[in-house]
C-alpha cells in the first residue's frame, strides 16, 4: 500500500487551495499537482516551487484512458492519498473504488446541503443563516461521502454569492490542510 503522507493534489485552476495544502503541510507531502488542464495557472505556481506535476487535457481524451494516464502519473510518484481542490471533473466509479478511502475533497457548502455548483446562491436563495465548506471523502455519487471536517461561515444582511464564495474561501485554506493532515495521521496510525 502507497504511503498515505505522499498526496497528490488534483486541480483545474488557479490552486489557491493546493497552496494552502503545500504552505502549511502538517505529516504530509505533496508529491504531485495534477490537472485537466494544462494551461491551470495552479500548475505555473507548483512548477516554481519546484514540486513535480502532471496535465493532460480531458478533451478529446475518453474518460477511463484520462484516468488510466492519471493512475500511471499516480504510481510514478508513489502517491497513497489524493486531494482534490478546486478539481471541476467528475472522476468515474472505477477510479474512485480504486482509491476508496484515499481521495478527499473540499465543497464550498454545509454538506449534505448544496451538494454540485452554485451552492451560494443556493444558500443565500434558502435564507440560510450560514454557508461554509466541507472537507469529505470521494465516492461516487457527487459530494456524498462522510464528512471529514467543516467550517461554518455567517451569511451577512447584502451578502451576495461572490461575498460569501470570498469568505468561504477563506475558511477553507485553514479548514482543508488541518483536516487533511489529520486524515492522513488517522490513516497511517
Known sequence: MPDARRVAVL??????????LVEQADGYDVVL???????AAGLAWAEGRGLATWALDTRGVAKPEWE?????????????????????????GDFTRRWAG???NIHPSLLPKYRGLDTHNRAIEAGDAAGGCSVHLV?????AGDVIAQAEVPILPGDDADALASRVLAAEHQLYPRALSAFVKASIA
Open 102 to 104: 484515499r481521495i478527499v
Open 139 to 143: 465516492t461516487e455519487e457527487l459530494d
Open 33 to 39: 499537482v495534477a490537472s485537466n488542464k494544462p494551461q
Open 11 to 20: 486541480i483545474s485552476g488557479r490552486g489557491s487551495n493546493m497552496r494552502a
Open 68 to 92: 488510466a494516464f492519471l493512475d500511471e502519473a499516480l504510481a510514478d510518484h508513489g502517491v497513497g492519498m489524493i486531494a482534490l481542490a478546486g478539481f471541476m471533473r467528475l472522476l468515474s
